[in-house]
């Protein structure tokens, strides 16, 4: 009877383990250090994030899915833009639509902590022109200071300070992270 409970906690490990509709980010700021993550999950509204950082000058910050899964320090433009599958303007605020990445602001506590659980409404890890894992994936990435929520093309938020990459696959991010062998080249060398 073990065994069989063994068996069956076993197989529903693996299962979530590479559940398509999950995932967490690792995020860094513009010196690479990693201050916090990101889980983010496929929810039936939307997309649900559920954000723990530490390190932020205190008060609110703008945050966005943007475009690229690339988070080069130390200005993080490597992301690109906000996510905008549909071509609106920037703000949760603007009359005519926001952007699909646009997100309500952060508060960092007075030490600089942030526990958050934001909604991406109407955006998708599964397929679709809203999923936030098309292509390669996207970007989670926070702002200096506050989103007004109406400014074009960002919301004045300032500076690109944290990132974090949403992989669509996580796992040939870590393959391309493995270490090479340093013989190889010598071998290459003498052919």
Avoid at 68 to 90: I, K, M, Q, R
Avoid at 176 to 185: A, L, R, Y
């Amino acid at each position: 009877m073990r065994f069989v409970f063994f068996l069956i906690v076993l197989f529903l490990v693996s299962c979530q383990a590479g559940d398509p509709s999950s995932r967490t980010v690792d995020m860094y700021n513009t010196s690479g250090d990693m201050v916090g993550t990101a889980n983010v999950s496929e929810v039936e509204d939307g997309v649900q994030i559920e954000l723990e950082l530490e390190g932020l000058e205190p008060g609110l910050h703008g945050i966005h899915v943007h475009e690229n899964p690339v988070c080069e320090p130390p200005d993080f433009t490597s992301a690109g833009n906000h996510l905008n599958p549909e071509g609106n303007e920037h703000g949760l605020m603007h009359p005519e639509g926001s952007h699909l990445g646009d997100l309500p602001n952060i508060e960092a506590d007075e030490g600089g902590l942030v526990e958050a659980e934001l909604m991406l409404a109407e955006a998708t890890m599964l397929d679709g022109k809203n999923s936030i894992l098309l292509e390669e994936g996207s970007s989670l990435v926070i702002h200096a200071g506050q989103d007004d929520g109406v400014s074009q093309p960002g919301g004045d938020a300032g500076e690109r300070i944290i990132c974090g990459e949403i992989l669509a696959d996580p796992e040939a991010e870590e393959a391309d992270d493995t270490p090479t062998d340093p013989t190889q080249f010598n071998e290459d060398q003498g052919e």
